[in-house]
């Protein structure tokens, strides 16, 4: 026979697994901070990404240069469907293959046609994403770690979707992302080149102050006052130091993570990378997205998707133009349908 307070504290102890494991589906589902597994296997891959970099850092001297390998771009897919343009991207990267890797984080729950060429074997460990939730930026964070531990030739991070297409020739960005180096540090043993991130850095949005307050009043304070909170593209173009200090990051991140109470309001991963890059480092900030995005008659937080009767070469010159001395490097969203619309479409 069991004695009533053995029997007691056994149950208790038998039903704390079963909490574990039931805590997420009684919870809202909203409170992510309990899915503390997903969150465990991010630490151990940025930590892993920080030792790989104080490890192996490449003399980029300039690309220009001879003896040296030429730095790469590491282009980032973010997807939670299939990659719709996948014919035009592979004519985009044809014959730049040593200038180049491809990542894709997908959403594992759902089923996905995997695209071969140069998307074979391309996807990352990758977990649920959801909108109006901090786990896009998990998901970006993710891309850029698995990015930088994979080679240490990458020194641009450029996050794109299934719904972009770029607007231009490969030889084009690689060009200009690598053209000028904003500073030059050296030192007797090698010059250390500083290029420039290209983000969307912006104080002046109409709804800035219900975005802050998304969370609840006052949470993201002391890390982050309502001055300092900046919003800008999901899309960007990182550079290397830029990608290390964002997976490095702990202190925003335990601010940003928090699940929102007005959804509405909701847009984590507009705001985590501006925010936190504009601390850091905003004069090595572009602050402007090289990825053109038609808001015109937005709808539900959604732009405006191009379908195959808009597309023409003209719309593609159309979206490369900017107010600014830059051109935009992608456009987004586009309709899946359109491929065949764009059969002559020279990238
Ligand atoms: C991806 O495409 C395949 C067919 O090629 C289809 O069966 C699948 O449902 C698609 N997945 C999504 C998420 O649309
Ligand atoms: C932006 O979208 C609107 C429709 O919402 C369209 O009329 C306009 O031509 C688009 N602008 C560009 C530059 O494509
Ligand atoms: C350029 O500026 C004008 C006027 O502010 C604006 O209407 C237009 O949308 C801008 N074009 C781009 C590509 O941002």
Not at 229 to 235: L, M
Request: with cysteine; hydrophobic share 40%; aromatic share 14%.
């Amino acid at each position: 026979m069991f004695s009533s307070p053995l029997l007691i504290s056994f149950t208790l102890l038998l039903s704390l697994p079963l909490l574990f494991f039931f805590a997420p589906q009684i919870l809202p589902p909203n409170h992510f901070h309990f899915l503390l597994p997903d969150e465990l296997d991010d630490l151990s891959l940025f930590h892993r990404a920080t030792v790989a970099s104080t490890h192996s850092s490449p003399r980029i001297v300039s690309h220009l240069g001879t003896t040296n390998p030429k730095p790469k771009i590491a282009f980032l897919f973010l997807t939670n469907s299939n990659l719709s343009f996948v014919p035009l991207w592979e004519k985009f990267f044809h014959g730049n293959q040593p200038l180049f890797n491809i990542y894709i984080h997908s959403d594992p729950s759902i089923t996905l046609t995997p695209p071969g060429g140069v998307f074979h074997g391309r996807f990352i460990a990758s977990k649920k994403t959801h909108r109006a939730s901090p786990t896009l930026i998990s998901a970006t964070r993710r891309l850029l770690a698995t990015a930088i531990i994979d080679d240490p030739l990458n020194q641009y991070f450029a996050l794109v979707s299934q719904y972009c297409v770029p607007l231009h020739s490969f030889n084009f960005m690689y060009n200009y992302l690598f053209r000028n180096p904003l500073t030059s540090i050296s030192s007797f043993s090698s010059t250390q080149l500083e290029y420039q991130s290209f983000i969307e850095i912006l104080s002046d949005e109409p709804n800035l102050f219900e975005r802050y307050g998304a969370r609840g009043d006052d949470v993201m304070l002391p890390e982050v006052s309502f001055e300092e909170f900046r919003v800008g593209s999901q899309f960007f173009i990182l550079t290397r130091r830029h990608a290390l200090a964002v997976i490095r990051d702990r202190k925003l991140w335990r601010k940003f993570r928090l699940p929102c109470l007005n959804v509405d309001s909701c847009y984590p991963e507009e705001h985590y990378f501006p925010t936190l890059l504009s601390m850091e480092d905003l004069k090595g900030c572009s602050q402007f997205t090289l990825t053109r995005v038609n808001w015109t008659g937005s709808f539900d937080g959604h732009p405006h998707l191009y379908t195959p009767l808009e597309v023409s070469a003209e719309l593609v010159y159309r979206l490369r133009q900017s107010n600014s001395s830059y051109s935009y490097f992608f456009a987004r969203k586009f309709s899946p349908g359109l491929l065949g619309a764009v059969d002559g479409y020279r990238c």
